[in-house]
Every structure is written in structure tokens, then in C-alpha cells.
Nanobody, 114 residues
Framework: QVELVESGGGLVQPGGSLRLSCAAS????????LGWYRQAPGKERAWVAS???????FYSDSVKGRFTFSRDNAKNTVYLQMYNLKLEDAAVYYC????????WGQGTQVTVSS
């Protein structure tokens, strides 16, 4: 069973940046479309961004132009670079395939506060 481990979250002020990482316990990223998701308090988990096997990326309108999804297949790791963070970006962030097929990891908490 593949395990996903997200990291890189933290507390940041509005306008700040963070880089999230997600590592898989075995090689799955090169053969799957991948996604980042987030869940804010009191809300359902929502899709944030995807990268498909060909390398194209897609973003939700709320993060387009501010977030960048990248992958390192050799390290079984994907990243989400987040710039110009807003209060509404605060959430627990997760990675998974897209659509999601793997057990969810523990996520990484992003807190945006002044």
C-alpha cells in the first residue's frame, strides 16, 4: 500500500510563501496524474491543482497565478509552491492521484494569519 507524507506547512502572513512537499513510499508519480487538495475548517476537501503525466498543470481559479505544481519522479515527490498567500488559503493540504485513488496522508497544515 502506498503511503503519502505531506510536509512543509506552517504559519505565514498574508502575502507570504510556502513550499509544500508530498513524498510517496514507492514510485507512483510517473505513472499517474496527480493532485493537490485542501480542506479548510468546516468545509469539504477541495481540489487545488493537478499535473498530468504529460506535464501539463491545471489550477483552481482561486490559486491560479499564485501556486505552482511540480514533480520530481526520481524522488517520488511532488511540490506545491505557494506565493502571495491569502487568508482563504488556510487549510490542511493533501496530495493524491487525480482523481484520488490512494489512502489519504495526514496532510500538512497551512495557517495564514497576520
Amino acid at each position: 500500500q502506498v503511503e503519502l507524507v505531506e510536509s512543509g506547512g506552517g504559519l505565514v502572513q498574508p502575502g507570504g510563501s510556502l513550499r509544500l512537499s508530498c513524498a510517496a513510499s514507492r514510485s507512483i508519480f510517473s505513472t499517474n496524474n496527480l493532485g493537490w487538495y485542501r480542506q479548510a475548517p468546516g468545509k469539504e476537501r477541495a481540489w487545488v491543482a493537478s499535473v498530468i503525466r504529460g506535464g501539463n498543470t491545471f489550477y483552481s481559479d482561486s490559486v491560479k497565478g499564485r501556486f505552482t505544481f511540480s514533480r520530481d519522479n526520481a524522488k517520488n515527490t511532488v511540490y506545491l509552491q505557494m506565493y502571495n498567500l491569502k487568508l482563504e488559503d488556510a487549510a490542511v493540504y493533501y496530495c493524491n492521484t487525480e482523481p484520488e485513488t490512494l489512502p489519504w496522508g495526514q496532510g500538512t497544515q497551512v495557517t495564514v494569519s497576520s
